[in-house]
């Protein structure tokens, strides 16, 4: 059996739900068998999880406030009590706090951030991810009995296949938590930048923290969330949170375009996964040109309000 | 307070990554190997920082092979007062996990990078936490110390979570954390005459194995467009890229 933690935000699910959910149901048939997912605290309508291949679903309580110590627990705990042997789940900031100590807790060999679905001979079990921070790509072999995968968002296409299952309530022995919660920052209204498919960044081409109306404006238009170089957030022209790169948030949308952003090779790591690129930079000299699908040689100041302008007229038609 | 970093060697950020002709490790020759720069200007320097401001000791671990002392002297260099070198090649991240486990009685505060530029994988520092029942925060970009309780923020997708944790504890360093610091000569020579103690592994098993590695397709020319002439670029991104 595949089980999948599915994660909710105040109750609700996210894509990288629907995404792990959708991996999950699809392991599940290549190993011949069945995929259920798990949800752990108050959920809203966890049954919907049947939608993407579930074929039921489990919760248990937690207290609120998210433990890694806890959420592994109780992960693993379900694993055993329903002789789950493939554990799949985001390798999103939750994920990360919590692969490492399932594996752990399981004596399983995990393969965190995987971007394709396994490749399944027999036992086997062998998952592609990306190493080097975007600059190939290793196939790691699982070799043991329990088996833990992480996904990274936005690397297969959500699928709707079923309709909506039964909730059952599973019970088994937690730890207390060892973290204590006090204060939870989310920017609200936005899609999250690693959830994103389409991403507008700016870097110090834009001049200053006053110009980005024509970021923002070209973001709103494509429905699209912000980024920034790292300079940028260096100097607080932009939050920390919207930083990309090696030492940011490693992001892999469908579009990505990068405004008076040279392209060092760190930010490139981070955005090198990037299914289309498009870079606007008056150097024609710029070094992520070389990285780019489609490029814009000329001043941003006049190009991404013309772009701006271009979107909304395709969206109008 | 007892601290304890566990740093990685790594290729340098801006290696050409290149593959043996089997396909089957990284083409290691003419290779620069640094610290992990998520071990060495997060997690360290944090370290050091807290050992400055209320005492304490600061010890780095690595496991791997000989040729990983260059890497271990630098964060001595640094600051650190000695250092464990668990003696094993390989074996994946539990393994690892495991090796250092085994010797991380004890400290009160466990600090890892929040992945390694290698490897990406975020789950060593997890997994320690696990084998030895502690708490853990992952990408923590904030610490402060309050005798043995501790204020971490840790980044979340699109904001940042502040969590209160006890010693002892495990977290994983990014962005914001510290900032690095370039060892002087004094640290140069004092890191010459700091302990370095080598060490056998603990029996552990291999969980998983790389059967093989793949370079991603190269990139096609860039295909440009006249800045006149947005509407082009919008036609190309519907009908030819597929992506609005």
């Not at chain 1, 204060?183 to 960044?201: D, H, N």
Request: charged share 20%; hydrophobic share 45%.
């Amino acid at each position: 059996m595949v089980l999948v933690f599915a994660e909710a935000t105040n109750g609700k699910f996210k894509k990288a739900a629907h995404e792990v959910v959708t991996y999950g149901a699809k392991t599940a048939k290549a190993l011949g068998t069945t995929c259920v997912a798990l949800t752990l605290g108050t959920v809203e309508n966890a049954g919907d999880l049947g939608r993407f291949g579930a074929t039921k679903v489990y919760n248990i309580a937690v207290s609120n406030g998210f433990d890694s110590g806890v959420f592994a627990a109780a992960i693993a705990g379900a694993a055993k009590a329903l002789d789950a042997k493939v554990i799949v789940l985001s390798h999103n900031s939750t994920g990360k706090n919590i692969t490492g100590r399932l594996a752990a807790r399981l004596d399983a060999g995990s393969a965190p951030g995987v971007n394709s679905l396994p490749e399944v001979s027999g036992d086997k079990l062998t998952v592609r991810k990306t190493v080097f921070s975007g600059k190939a790509f290793a196939d790691v072999e699982i070799l043991t009995d329990y088996k833990v995968i992480s996904l990274s968002g936005n690397s297969i296409p959500v699928e709707e296949s079923g309709s909506a299952v039964d909730v059952e309530t599973l019970s088994v022995d937690l730890p207390s938590a060892k973290v204590k919660v006090l204060e939870t920052k989310r920017a609200e209204g936005i899609t999250p930048l690693p959830e994103a498919e389409l991403v507008v960044s700016g870097g110090r081409g834009l001049k200053g923290p006053e110009n980005w109306g024509v970021i923002t404006d070209l973001a709103d238009a494509l429905g699209a969330t912000t980024a920034c170089s790292r300079p940028v957030a260096d100097v607080n022209w932009r939050p920390h949170h919207e930083h990309v790169g090696q030492t940011g948030v490693a992001i892999r949308p469908n579009l990505y375009i990068a405004a008076g952003i040279s392209g060092a090779i760190q930010h490139l790591a981070g955005v090198n996964s990037s299914k289309t690129i498009v870079v606007v930079n008056k150097d024609p000299e710029a070094p992520f040109f070389k990285a780019a699908d489609y490029g814009v040689v000329g001043d941003l100041f006049e190009v991404l309000p013309r772009l701006t302008a271009a979107i909304k007229a395709h969206k109008s038609l | 307070m007892k601290m304890l970093v566990c740093v990685s060697k790594t290729p340098e950020t801006t290696t050409k990554i290149q593959l043996t002709a089997d396909n089957s490790d990284l083409d290691r020759s003419g290779v620069n190997y640094i610290m992990n720069p998520y071990d060495e200007w997060y997690a360290l320097v944090r370290a050091l920082e807290l050992k400055e401001a209320s005492g304490g000791t600061v010890t780095i671990i690595n496991v791997g092979p000989a040729e990983n002392d260059a890497v271990i002297r630098k964060g001595l260099a640094i600051g650190a007062d000695d250092a464990i070198r668990v003696n094993a090649e390989g074996g994946g991240s539990l393994y690892i996990a495991k090796q250092i486990a085994a010797q991380a009685a004890g400290y009160d505060l466990i600090l890892f990078g929040k992945e390694t530029i290698d490897y990406n994988g975020s789950e060593v520092g997890a997994m320690v936490a696990e084998l030895l029942d502690m708490a853990y925060v992952g990408e923590a970009s904030h610490l402060e110390m309050n005798g043995t309780t501790a204020t971490v923020t840790r980044d979340i997708e699109g904001g940042v979570e502040v969590v209160e944790v006890s010693t002892p504890f495990a977290l994983s360093a990014a962005k914001g954390m510290a900032e690095q610091r370039i060892p002087n000569m004094r640290g140069i020579m004092m890191a010459k005459r700091k302990p370095l103690n080598v060490i056998d592994p603990v029996e552990a098993t291999a969980t998983t194995s790389i059967s093989s590695y793949e370079l991603p397709p190269a990139k096609s020319a860039v295909k440009l467009v006249d800045p006149e002439d947005m509407t082009e670029l919008v036609r190309l991104l519907h009908e030819e890229a597929k992506v609005i």
